[in-house]
């Protein structure tokens, strides 16, 4: 089975633009979840995608989104970029049962300028 | 405020000694738990998870320790290896529900051949 993909793998931007970010779930995979990783803050979670639906949201502004396609592809959006949203954003993918275990995609490196 | 933590950011041990990583949690209601690691440039993998009703998780080399009294799991690696340098981070979840897991930190651990 091919593994979580995301692209692209690395982004620079600036601030003010808006970047999205795409992530392939492995094949089966209806839960699409995605964090974000900063030096010294570990794994900080986004949002979770089930069925194309949000079903859990962490703790962050509005700026970021996103969405879930009917084949389980999620694309995650920030608008308005700022310096602090340099990170690597990660994707993970799981079947969406309560102790399935989650798999992770290699992540895209965003840089904001 | 953080419901999980790993209180040590890195941790060295010889070639073919044990390594114990630690976690500690402040949420009573999380009873499941994993351990990931993550290499530079990638994404973080699986290693091992332990549910509350039990404490004690084998895998191969891995084995994870649960004390509910104490909110603290460890997770042993013996005997080390060079390729088990990496970040490892420990991850928990309520099991009621379908919430997001909350990860730590993480603790570098070099293995010195």
């Known amino acids: 089975k091919a593994g979580v993909t995301q692209t692209p793998r690395y982004l620079i931007k600036t601030r003010g633009q808006q970047v999205t970010l795409s992530c392939s779930p492995i094949s089966g995979h209806r839960s699409v979840s995605w964090y974000q990783q900063t030096p010294g803050q570990g794994l900080q979670f986004l949002f979770e995608y089930f069925s194309e639906t949000q079903r859990n949201k962490g703790n962050f502004p509005g700026r970021f989104s996103g969405r879930q396609f009917s084949n389980s592809r999620s694309e995650m959006n920030v608008s308005t970029l700022e310096l602090g949203d340099s990170a690597l954003y990660l994707c993970a993918s799981s079947s969406g049962t309560i102790t399935d275990t989650q798999y992770f995609g290699p992540g895209t490196r965003l840089t904001v300028l | 405020d953080q419901q999980v933590k790993q209180n040590s950011p890195s941790l060295s041990v010889q070639e073919g000694r044990i390594s114990i990583l630690n976690c500690d949690y402040t949420n009573s209601m999380f009873d499941y738990f994993l351990w990931y690691k993550k290499y530079p440039a990638e994404g973080p993998t699986f290693l091992i998870s332990?549910?509350?009703?039990?404490d004690k998780n084998e895998d191969g080399r891995f084995t994870v320790f649960l004390n509910k009294s104490a909110k603290h799991l460890s997770l042993h690696i013996v005997p080390s290896q060079p390729g088990d340098s990496a970040v490892y981070f420990c991850?928990?979840?309520?099991?009621?529900?379908?919430?997001?897991?909350?990860f730590g930190k993480g603790t570098r651990l070099s293995v010195i051949a």
């Open positions: 332990i549910s509350s009703i039990k």
């Open positions: 991850a928990a979840r309520r099991g009621s529900g379908n919430t997001p897991l909350v």
